[in-house]
């Protein structure tokens, strides 16, 4: 099980009217298809943003330019205020949690820490292994092989990886998929314990209860645009499933 350790070490707050990334005009086109169409935001710093929207809309595509994996056609990106094109540089302040786990089977759960560990350069690092082991609940599965691992507690190590560099955005790309519903409560649970008012979390899912459920605000995005973009606070949760399916397929038609 999940330890009831959090994973940070200071209250939830408020998120920072301050812009930890800032995006202008962002494009992505493949070939003569967009995937991305104009898309402007500001992500800030403690905020849980949720994004929504059908197969196909492009929102991976946003991630992948978030992460720095991917170079928009068009646009601007700021981290902090600074214009950054090295993608070494948005990788260090950067973590990614998908249903990939990017996990090597053939390696225990500390071998697999501390070969992202030594990817990143970080300092004391069987502490920062130790820690976060802890904080996942598998510090007595540190020496197993991954390969052995059920879908679920892969899922925590990825998320341990996730966090092993202390990133100040964390990207999360469908990171329920293939989970139970225990494993699901599981991993609300430490994600709840990440809004610490410090990190800024980007998730991105189909479940519409569970992306409502952590978020500070809620965009839907449809064939590369976001189409709605508004405070959590500011939604019926009830009558959400209704009005997703209106603005999606207002925008299909």
């Known amino acids: 099980m999940w330890t009831s350790t959090s994973l940070t070490s200071s209250a939830p707050t408020a998120p920072s009217p301050e812009p930890l990334v800032s995006a202008r005009g962002l494009e992505k086109w493949y070939g003569p298809h967009p995937a991305v169409r104009g898309i402007s935001f500001d992500l800030h710093v403690g905020e849980f943003l949720t994004l929504f929207g059908p197969n196909g809309a492009g929102k991976t595509t946003v991630l992948r330019i978030l992460a720095g994996s991917l ?3 068009r646009g601007e990106l700021q981290f902090a205020g600074e214009d950054e094109e090295d993608e070494h540089f948005w ?4 973590g990614v949690l998908s249903h990939q786990t990017f996990l090597y089977g053939q390696l225990s759960a500390e071998e697999n820490l501390r070969f992202y560990g030594r990817l990143y ?3 004391n690092l069987s502490e920062r292994i130790t820690a976060l082991l802890r904080q996942v609940g598998l510090e007595d599965r540190r020496d197993a092989l991954v390969r052995g691992f059920s879908r679920g507690m892969q899922q925590r190590l990825a998320l341990a990886r996730t966090l092993l560099h202390d990133p100040q955005l964390v990207l999360l790309d469908e990171p329920y998929t293939g989970l139970d519903p225990h494993a ?11 809004k610490d008012g410090r990190r800024t979390i980007l998730l991105v899912t189909h479940n519409l209860s569970q992306g409502l459920e952590l978020a500070d605000r809620v965009v839907v995005q449809v064939a590369g645009k976001w189409v709605s973009d508004e405070p959590r606070e500011g939604i019926d949760a009830s009558q959400f499933e209704r009005l997703y399916t209106e603005r999606v397929g207002g925008f299909l038609v």
């Open 71 to 73: 170079k928009p056609t």
């Open 91 to 94: 990788r260090r302040r950067v």
């Open 121 to 123: 350069g970080l300092s």
């Open 184 to 194: 699901s409560a599981m991993l609300r649970e430490v994600l709840t314990h990440l």
